[in-house]
C-alpha cells in the first residue's frame, strides 16, 4: 500500500473535476459517467494529473450516499489504477465522511478531497477533531483539506496554527488551496508547502508566473479536451510557467466567457451582487453542452438555461472564435 509519502508524490500537475451526467429527468447517468472517465484519462496520465470524481464542479453536494458510491465504484472499474484518483466529500457528520473514505480507499482510490464541517460556521476546534476522526478512521487514502472559503459560512477560514496542526495529521497529504486573504494565502504557501502538496484553486501561479511550492493547479479541460490538457499541463511540470499560463488562458478563455454569461442571467449583471450560488453544475453542464460534450442538466435547484439561452450563447462564443481550437 502506498505510504502518505508516496500518495503526497501524486499531487501534481493538473486536476480535473469529472462533471456528474444526468438523465433529462436528474438520475444519473452512469454509462455516460464511465464513457467520460475513459475519455479524460488521456489527459493525465504518466503522471501529468488526477481525476477527480464528486467534486464541486460534479456536484458531490448534491449526491447522496447511495449516488456517491456508485459513481465512486464505476470510477474505480474504469480507472483501474492507469492514472490517480480522487473523490470529493463533502459532509456535515463525520461519521457518514468516513463511511464514504473507508469505501473510496477499499477500492483503490488514491486521494479523498476533504470539506470542512459547514451549516453554521465551525470552531477550529470543531475543524480539527472532524479531520483528526477521518485521518485516525483510515489507512490508505491521502486526505486533502478542500479550503474553499466561498463555501463556507460567514466566509470561514483556516488560518496557518490550525492549518500546522491538520498536516501533521498522519494522511493529510495535500491542501487545496484559496484564500479571501492574500497574506493567509501566502502564509501556508510559504510556511507549509515543503511539507505538503498545494493545489491552487485560486489562479495564483497565473498571476505570479511561479508556483512557490505549489504543485498542481484545478483545470476543468479535461473533461472535453485531455491532449489539450496533457500538453498545459506538461509545460507546468517542465517548468515552464509563462508558456503555461499563456497556454490555458488562451484554452480557458470559453469558459470565462459562458462563467459571465451565465452570471448576467442568473443575477441580470455582472460584476455585482452575489456571485457564489449553487450554479457549478449549471457552469459545469452548460460548458460541456457548449462543446458537445454529454452531460445532462444540472442537478435542481441550480439554473437550467433555456434552449433559446443556450442557443444565443453558443452563437456567441462561435462568433468570437472561441469553440474553434480545444483539440
Not at 486533502?144 to 497529504?173: A, D, G, Q
Not at 454569461?261 to 455585482?272: A, F, N
Not at 453542452?289 to 435547484?301: I, K, L, N, S, T
Request: hydrophobic share 40%; net charge negative; charged share 25%.
Amino acid at each position: 500500500m502506498p505510504s502518505p509519502d508516496e500518495l503526497r508524490e501524486k499531487i501534481r500537475g493538473a486536476v480535473v473535476a469529472l462533471v456528474t451526467p444526468t438523465t433529462p429527468d436528474y438520475e444519473l447517468d452512469l454509462p455516460v459517467f464511465r464513457e467520460n472517465v475513459r475519455f479524460s484519462m488521456e489527459g493525465v496520465r504518466d503522471g501529468r494529473g488526477c481525476l477527480m470524481a464528486c467534486g464541486g464542479g460534479g456536484e458531490g453536494y448534491f449526491l447522496d450516499r447511495i449516488q456517491w458510491k456508485s459513481m465512486v465504484e464505476a470510477f474505480s472499474e474504469e480507472t483501474d489504477g492507469e492514472v490517480t484518483t480522487m473523490a470529493g466529500v463533502f459532509d456535515l457528520n463525520a461519521e457518514h465522511a468516513i463511511d464514504k473514505i473507508r469505501f473510496a480507499e477499499e477500492l483503490g482510490i488514491d486521494l479523498v478531497q476533504l470539506a470542512p464541517p459547514h451549516y453554521e460556521k465551525p470552531t477550529d476546534l470543531e475543524v480539527h477533531r472532524f479531520y483528526r476522526m477521518v485521518n485516525d478512521a483510515v489507512s490508505d487514502i491521502g486526505i486533502i483539506i478542500y479550503h474553499t472559503y466561498w463555501s463556507m459560512p460567514e466566509n470561514y477560514e483556516i488560518t496557518l496554527p490550525l492549518m500546522t496542526k491538520l498536516i501533521e495529521l498522519e494522511h493529510v497529504v495535500g491542501i487545496k488551496w484559496a484564500s479571501t486573504s492574500l497574506k493567509n494565502f501566502t502564509d501556508v504557501v510559504f510556511g507549509l508547502s515543503n511539507r505538503v502538496s498545494i493545489i491552487d484553486n485560486q489562479g495564483w501561479i497565473d498571476l505570479v508566473r511561479a508556483t512557490y511550492g505549489i504543485r498542481a493547479f484545478m483545470c476543468f479541460l479535461g473533461n472535453y479536451a485531455p491532449n489539450r490538457l496533457s500538453r498545459i499541463s506538461r509545460l507546468f511540470l517542465d517548468g515552464k510557467y509563462e508558456e503555461w499560463a499563456e497556454e490555458k488562458g488562451r484554452a480557458m478563455a470559453h469558459r470565462s466567457a459562458i462563467i459571465k454569461e451565465i452570471l448576467s442571467i442568473v443575477h441580470g449583471t455582472v460584476g455585482k451582487g452575489e456571485v457564489y450560488t449553487l450554479a457549478e453544475g449549471t457552469l459545469s453542464k452548460t460548458t460541456m453542452e457548449m462543446v458537445g460534450r454529454p452531460a445532462g442538466p444540472p442537478f435542481p435547484p441550480q439554473y437550467e438555461l433555456t434552449d433559446e439561452e443556450k442557443a444565443n450563447l453558443k452563437a456567441k462564443l462561435e462568433r468570437d472564435g472561441m469553440l474553434l481550437d480545444l483539440s
